[in-house]
T-cell receptor, first 114, second 112 residues
Framework: NAGVTQTPKFQVLKTGQSMTLQCAQD?????MYWYRQDPGMGLRLIYY???????DKGEVPNGYNVSRLNKREFSLRLESAAPSQTSVYFC?????????????FGPGTRLTVL | GDSVTQMEGPVTLSEEAFLTINCTYT??????LFWYVQYPGEGLQLLLK?????DKGSNKGFEATYRKETTSFHLEKGSVQVSDSAVYFC???????????FGTGTQLKVEL
């Protein structure tokens, strides 16, 4: 049981390049999330998907797009990377019944945009 | 909107010292409260949770009590170990939803 997996673990991009961060979970969870973590700012929600086929914006969606490919997979795309998107990105999933909304996190992708 | 405020770190303690990390919140409605821990190079893991006033969450020697009157959820441990060195995040969710609101995190360093 792998839980939440993310690829790649590290990535360096040049300004203007595009890339897709992949996330998959094997816990049959309905909800999935993408966060970014920056020093002194905690985790901020980029996008989330409450269920297969739906996606919604979080706190900081600008510059990102997402795809909920199926129940297991939720990808995050940067169409034209900017230095401000240098961050650590975490994917998470949850399937619990409120209020027991534990989220399970992946190991993260460390992205540097030059 | 909802928000979580944590004490700033880093907090540096000697092994076997008592730990308190303060967390206060503002929320519309009646939140559930969580503490997550992030060990170096890893993702976040749920440490403990509480879903109603006066509940005490506990795990691995850590405890936190949901105090509605002071809107607080302070994390405590009686005797820390070097292996407790990590970043600790307080978080909440309201309205039965799934979106967590995180504090900025508090780094704990425990030295021998």
């Amino acid at each position: 049981n792998a839980g939440v997996t993310q690829t790649p673990k590290f990535q360096v991009l040049k300004t203007g390049q595009s890339m897709t961060l992949q996330c998959a979970q094997d816990m049959n969870h309905n909800s999935m999330y993408w966060y970014r973590q920056d020093p002194g700012m905690g985790l901020r929600l980029i996008y989330y998907s409450a269920s297969e086929g739906t996606t919604d914006k979080g706190e900081v969606p600008n510059g990102y797009n997402v795809s909920r490919l199926n129940k297991r997979e939720f990808s995050l795309r940067l169409e034209s990377a900017a230095p401000s998107q240098t961050s650590v990105y975490f994917c998470a999933s949850s399937g619990g019944v409120a209020p027991y909304n534990e989220q399970f996190f992946g190991p993260g992708t460390r992205l540097t945009v030059l | 909107g909802d928000s979580v405020t944590q004490m700033e770190g880093p907090v540096t303690l000697s092994e076997e010292a008592f730990l308190t990390i303060n967390c206060t919140y503002t929320a519309t409605g009646y939140p559930s409260l969580f503490w997550y821990v992030q060990y170096p190079g890893e993702g976040l893991q749920l440490l403990l949770k509480a879903t109603k006033a006066d509940d005490k969450g506990s795990n691995k020697g850590f405890e936190a009590t949901y105090r509605k009157e002071t809107t607080s959820f302070h994390l405590e441990k009686g005797s820390v170990q070097v292996s407790d060195s990590a970043v600790y995040f307080c978080a909440l969710v309201t309205g039965g939803g799934n979106k967590l609101t995180f504090g900025t995190g508090t780094q704990l360093k425990v030295e021998l």
